[in-house]
C-alpha cells in the first residue's frame, strides 16, 4: 500500500505503526478467502525480529507509548492517504499539469469569445466539460502535493522516533550504570575489608563500569598484579604509590587523561598496559620504573616520549606505541640494549636517530603507516644483528640502507606502498633473502669503487707531491745558478798571480 512506510527508509516507524491497533473492518464473506497481510497488526516480518533484536527498548511498553503519541500525526494522514489512494506517477502529473495550463488557456480565450459575440448559451457545455477536466487535473496536482507534505512528515516523525528511543536508551544506560555503580562499589568495599585482614596478591576489577578508585587501594600490601582495565577511569589516584609490591598494571581501556607521578614509585614494576586511554604525554617520572620488562602506551595521543626513557628503562623488552602521534624517538632509545619488540606503526615520524642501530637486541621492528612523514632510514641500519621481522610499508622510502645485506637473521620483511628504487620491484618480490643478496652485492660493490677510489687519489697525491719535490729541487738550481750568474765576475788567485 502506497501509504505504508518503506521500513528500509523508515525503520522505527514502520515498527511502531504496525503494532498500532486495526480498524478494518472485514465482511463474513471473506473469512473463506485468506485476508490481505495487515500491517497494523503486531508485526512479525522479519524486519520486525530483526529491529527488536538492533534497538532492544522497543520491546519496553513505555517507550511504545511514547512513540505512539508522537506519531498520531501519521497515522492520520496514512487513513486519509488511504481513502484518496495512492500518488500518482510522475507522468500523470507532468500530463495533468500542461493540460491544466492548456485549460486555463482555453477558458480565457472562451470568455473573450463571450464578452464579444454574446453566444454564452453555445459554449455553455463546452466550459462545464473543461471545468470537469480542470477539477481532475487539479485533485491530481493536489493528491501529489498530499503525498509529498507526507513523505516529508515520515522524515520528520522517523527522527521524533529516534530521538524517543535514543533517549530511553540512555536513560536504560544511566539505570544499569547505577545499579552497577552500587554492585561495584559493595564489590570494592568487600576487597578492601579482605585485605585489610588478609594477603591479597591479585585483583581483577576489569570491566566494571568504575568512574573512581579508592585511595585505600594505595593499602594493599603485597598487592602483585591489578586489573583496572575496560572502566571509566578518568584519574588513577597518587596513593598507588603504595603497591611496593606491584608488578603489573593494567589501566587500559579507560578514560585517562594523565598520569600520576608517583608511578614512578613502583620499582618492582614489571609490565604496565596504559593502551586505549587518552593520555597525551607521558610522566617523566615513568623512567624510574627501571624493572619494567613490557611497556604498552598504543592508541593513546602521544607526541613524544620522554627524554630519557632510554637512559632508564634498561631492562625494557618490549614496548608498544603504535597509534599515537609520535614525530621522533628520544637519542636515548638506544640505550634500551634490552629491547627486542618495538611496534610504532601509525605514528608521525620522520625519522630514526643515528643511535637507534645500537638496539642489538632487537628482533621485532614495526615502521608501518607512518606514510608521509618517514622517507629514510640510518645508514647503518644494518647493524640491528638480531633483527628478524621488519615491516617498513606504508612510508615514503625511496631506497633502503646501503647495510641493509648484513642483517643476516631477517627472516620477514614487507616494504609494501613504499616508492622503492633500491632495491628494484622485481628483487623485492623475490623475498627477503633475494633483497638481502642484492643489498650485500651492492655494498660489495660499492666498497670496491670506494677502494678503487681511494687507490687513484692516492696516487695523485703521490704523484703530486713528487712533482713538487722535483720542481722544489728545480727551482732551487735555477735560484743557485741564477745567483752565481748574477755576481760579479769570478776572480782566481792563482791564475791572476800567474798572469
Same mark, same amino acid.
Given at each position: 500500500m502506497a501509504a505504508e512506510p518503506n521500513p528500509k527508509n523508515?525503520?522505527?516507524?514502520?515498527?511502531?505503526?504496525?503494532?498500532?491497533?486495526?480498524?478494518?473492518?472485514?465482511?463474513?464473506?471473506?473469512?473463506?478467502?485468506?485476508?490481505?497481510?495487515?500491517?497494523?497488526?503486531?508485526?512479525?516480518?522479519?524486519?520486525?525480529? #530483526?529491529?527488536v533484536t538492533q534497538m532492544?527498548? *522497543?520491546?519496553?511498553?513505555? +517507550?511504545? /507509548? @511514547?512513540?505512539?503519541?508522537?506519531?498520531?500525526?501519521?497515522?492520520?494522514?496514512?487513513s486519509i492517504l488511504r481513502t484518496l489512494g495512492p500518488r500518482p506517477d510522475h507522468e500523470s502529473v507532468d500530463k495533468a499539469r500542461a493540460k491544466?495550463?492548456?485549460?486555463?488557456?482555453?477558458?480565457?480565450?472562451?470568455?473573450?469569445?463571450?464578452?464579444?459575440?454574446?453566444?454564452?448559451?453555445?459554449?455553455?457545455?463546452?466550459?462545464?466539460?473543461?471545468?470537469? #477536466?480542470?477539477?481532475?487535473?487539479?485533485?491530481? *496536482?493536489?493528491?501529489?502535493? +498530499?503525498? /509529498? @507534505?507526507?513523505?516529508?512528515?515520515l522524515k520528520e516523525a522517523e527522527e521524533r522516533l529516534v530521538r524517543i528511543y535514543e533517549s530511553a536508551e540512555k536513560n536504560a544506560a544511566e539505570d544499569e550504570d547505577n545499579v552497577a555503580a552500587v554492585e561495584v562499589n559493595e564489590e570494592v568495599v568487600g576487597i578492601l575489608q579482605h585485605a585489610s585482614a588478609n594477603p591479597v596478591d591479585r585483583v581483577d576489577l576489569s570491566g566494571r563500569k568504575l568512574r573512581l578508585l579508592p585511595e585505600a587501594f594505595g593499602r594493599i600490601q603485597g598487592l602483585l598484579v591489578l586489573n583496572l582495565s575496560n572502566n571509566k577511569?578518568?584519574?588513577?589516584?597518587?596513593?598507588?604509590a603504595g603497591l611496593h609490591s606491584l608488578v603489573e598494571l593494567d589501566v587500559s581501556t579507560n578514560s585517562l587523561e594523565t598520569l600520576p607521578d608517583s608511578i614512578g614509585l613502583l620499582s618492582k614494576l614489571k609490565v604496565l598496559n596504559v593502551s586505549t586511554n587518552k593520555l597525551s604525554v607521558l610522566p617523566d617520572s615513568i623512567c624510574r620504573c627501571g624493572s619494567l620488562v613490557i611497556l604498552d602506551v598504543s592508541f593513546n595521543r602521544l607526541t613524544y616520549l620522554p627524554t630519557n626513557i632510554g637512559l632508564d628503562l634498561v631492562n625494557l623488552e618490549k614496548l608498544l606505541i603504535q597509534y599515537n602521534k609520535i614525530r621522533s624517538f628520544p637519542t636515548s632509545i638506544g640505550e634500551m640494549r634490552s629491547l627486542k619488540h618495538l611496534d610504532a606503526h601509525f605514528n608521525e615520524?620522520?625519522?630514526?636517530?643515528?643511535?637507534?642501530?645500537?638496539?642489538?637486541?632487537?628482533?621485532?621492528?614495526?615502521?608501518?603507516?607512518?606514510?608521509?612523514?618517514?622517507k629514510d632510514l640510518p645508514a647503518p641500519f644494518g647493524d640491528l644483528i638480531s633483527l628478524q621481522e621488519l615491516d617498513l610499508s606504508n612510508n615514503q622510502i625511496h631506497a633502503l640502507p646501503d647495510s641493509f645485506g648484513t642483517l643476516e637473521r631477517l627472516t620477514?620483511?614487507?616494504?609494501?606502498?613504499?616508492?622503492?628504487?633500491?632495491?628494484?620491484?622485481?628483487?623485492?618480490?623475490?623475498?627477503?633473502?633475494?633483497?638481502k643478496k642484492y643489498m650485500g652485492q651492492r655494498r660489495i660493490r660499492m666498497l670496491e669503487e670506494e677502494e678503487k677510489m681511494k687507490m687513484e687519489k692516492e696516487m695523485e697525491q703521490?704523484?703530486?707531491?713528487?712533482?713538487?719535490?722535483?720542481?722544489?729541487?728545480?727551482?732551487?738550481?735555477?735560484?743557485?745558478?741564477?745567483?752565481?750568474?748574477?755576481?760579479?765576475?769570478?776572480?782566481?788567485?792563482?791564475?791572476?798571480?800567474?798572469?
Open positions: 523508515f525503520p522505527v516507524l514502520s515498527y511502531v505503526l504496525a503494532r498500532l491497533p486495526s480498524f478494518t473492518t472485514k465482511s463474513p464473506s471473506s473469512s473463506a478467502v485468506p485476508p490481505p497481510f495487515d500491517i497494523e497488526q503486531p508485526p512479525s516480518s522479519s524486519h520486525s525480529m #530483526e529491529i532492544p527498548q *522497543l520491546t519496553q511498553p513505555d +517507550v511504545i /507509548a @511514547s512513540m505512539t503519541s508522537a506519531i498520531t500525526d501519521v497515522a492520520e494522514t496514512r491544466l495550463s492548456e485549460i486555463e488557456s482555453s477558458l480565457s480565450e472562451s470568455f473573450e469569445d463571450i464578452a464579444l459575440t454574446d453566444a454564452a448559451g453555445k459554449d455553455e457545455k463546452r466550459r462545464l466539460e473543461m471545468d470537469q #477536466e480542470k477539477t481532475w487535473c487539479e485533485s491530481v *496536482l493536489k493528491l501529489d502535493e +498530499v503525498h /509529498a @507534505s507526507y513523505e516529508k512528515l577511569l578518568e584519574a588513577i589516584p597518587d596513593s598507588i615520524l620522520h625519522g630514526l636517530p643515528d643511535t637507534f642501530v645500537l638496539l642489538a637486541n632487537l628482533e621485532y621492528l614495526n615502521l608501518s603507516s607512518n606514510f608521509s612523514d618517514l620477514k620483511l614487507n616494504v609494501e606502498q613504499n616508492p622503492l628504487v633500491v632495491p628494484p620491484k622485481e628483487v623485492v618480490k623475490e623475498g627477503v633473502e633475494a633483497v703521490a704523484n703530486a707531491g713528487w712533482l713538487t719535490r722535483t720542481t722544489s729541487k728545480l727551482k732551487t738550481y735555477v735560484a743557485d745558478v741564477s745567483e752565481y750568474l748574477g755576481s760579479p765576475t769570478f776572480r782566481d788567485p792563482y791564475l791572476e798571480r800567474e798572469l
